[in-house]
Every structure is written in C-alpha cells, then in structure tokens.
C-alpha cells in the first residue's frame, strides 16, 4: 500500500502524521517505509533519526553542443520554452540551470550536434530507522527539478509492505508527482482561513487525479469549525483531529515524535490506518 500525506500549504503538520504514522505501524507489527520527497525542505529524518546506508547523486541529462557539427540554424532555441538553450549569432548558448530535460533540442537538431551531458542536481539518501525503512532526496541549491529528485526517490517504493510518502506542500507539479500513484491520500489541514482555502485547492487536486482521501485536522481546537463545515459541505471525511497540545509542541520542538512522548496516541494513529483500508475496501 502506497499513503501520500500531502497539504495545500506548509507548516500544517504533514511530516507529524507521517513519521508518527509509519512507527505506530512499526509497533503494530507491520513493515513500513517511510520516504520523504519534499526535496526542497525535507525533515522527516529530523524525528526518525536513521542510520544512513548509502547516499546517490541524482542527476538529469542536459544538452551539450557539439560545435563542429552546429551550423547555427536555430531550431533548438525556438522550441526551448525555458531560453534553456537559445542562438545569439548562430551561435547556440547553453543554461543548464534552465533545463527541464525534455529533450526536444536533441530531437529537433537537423545536423545531431546537440548531445545530452549529465548534470547533478541532488542526493538520495537511504537506510534505516529502528526497523523503518528510510529514504529522502534533497535538491541541490540553485537547481529547479524538485519532480527529478522525487521520482528517483519513489523508484525505491517497496511493494510489499506499507509506504508512506511526505509529499511537499501546496498543489504544483512536485506535489503531483509525489502523490500520483498512491493508493490513498492523507490530506493534513489546520482549522484557519490559509488552512481552508489551501485545503480546497487540494482537494481539487486529488479530485482531478481521481485519488481517494480523506483529511487530517491537526491543532484542531484553534481556529473555528469552518473546516469542518466545508469538509461536510463537501461529503470529504475527516479521518484524525489532533488538538494543539503544548506538550506536542514541545516535543516536536526537541525533534521527539508524538507516540515517543504519549504513547496512547499510537492507537489513535493505527485507527487513521484501519480507516484508510476500510475506504480502500469500499472503493
């Protein structure tokens, strides 16, 4: 089983239910990984504290150009939508920082003078945690291909036990990327007006990709019950609710995990997942 916890906005508490989640599961007896692919900011190993077995270089092809074959005709940079590769005096100028990869330039070059390079973009980093399986990718500074660094990420998705994916926040293409393919979607919100309006664009989001889900409220008892009036507007269900707990706060502030400082919370975390496969059985 493949769960993505995802949220439209940041600072929500997606990696709270996450890595709490995937070590309830632990404990339950169950063999769970945990990958984090909010590659930009990752931090679920911040609580899970793994031992690392091997760290790999991503990287993506990027064109390199062959200049004793190019005769400067310029289709390259006309069908580059990112001025990755553009022709200044029929001479071509490469800006790999730009590259989407998509490897139109290649395929368009008339004379085969564009050729693809490989380019380092981020690290995967893999291993352990006191039996959870462990795995994230972090973006390089300065590179812009979050969805690369997440698909090597997701290659590593073991399809015999219990997957928790910690996508990035909000709606754009790494989160799509993060969360295409799951089996369920956790949806983690917080009961504010930012909360709300980001939860409706997500929901929109897992609606168009025809993923079932449900949501998570965490610091439940701030705010008001608008999120929970539009969930019922929407018939959406709401799976958990985690009230704003100063003995969480302070936990999660020293990098402890919830279920480490109040183990009760382990069974409300093991009934979001019995909840989940019942909603997967009806579906």
Do not use: W
Request: with cysteine; glycine share 8%.
């Amino acid at each position: 089983m493949k769960i993505a916890i995802a949220s439209g906005k940041g600072g929500t508490g997606k990696t709270t239910i996450a890595t709490n989640l995937a070590v309830s599961l632990l404990h339950a007896g169950q063999r769970v990984q945990y990958l984090d692919c909010d590659a930009e900011e990752p931090n679920g190993h911040i609580f899970l504290k793994p031992l690392i077995d091997s760290t790999e270089e991503i990287t993506v092809g990027v064109p390199e150009v062959d200049m004793a074959k190019c005769t400067g005709c310029g289709k390259c940079g006309r069908l580059c939508q990112y001025s990755a590769i553009i022709c200044l005096k029929d001479k071509p100028l490469v800006f790999e920082q730009l590259c989407h990869s998509c490897g139109g330039c290649m395929a368009v070059c008339p004379e085969g003078a564009v050729i693809e390079k490989q380019r380092k973009i981020g690290i995967a980093e893999f291993g352990t945690s006191n039996g959870v399986y462990f795995g994230h990718g972090r973006l390089d500074i300065g590179a812009i291909q979050t969805p690369a660094v997440i698909k090597y990420v997701k290659k590593r998705i073991k399809n015999d036990i219990i997957n928790i994916i910690d996508a990035p926040p909000g709606t754009s293409c790494p989160v799509i990327e993060a969360i295409k393919g799951s089996d369920f979607v956790i949806l983690v919100t917080e009961p504010t007006p930012f909360g709300l309006n980001d939860l409706a664009l997500a929901v929109g989001m897992v609606r168009e990709l025809k993923l079932p889900f449900a949501v998570a409220i965490n610091r439940s008892d701030i705010g008001n019950d608008a999120v929970l009036q539009y969930c019922h507007q929407e018939n959406i269900e709401v799976l958990v609710q985690i009230p704003n707990d100063r003995k969480i706060a302070e936990n999660y502030s020293r990098g402890v995990m919830i279920v480490e400082a109040m183990p009760d919370y382990k069974e409300k975390f093991l009934k979001l997942y019995e909840d989940i496969e019942k909603r997967m059985k009806i579906n």
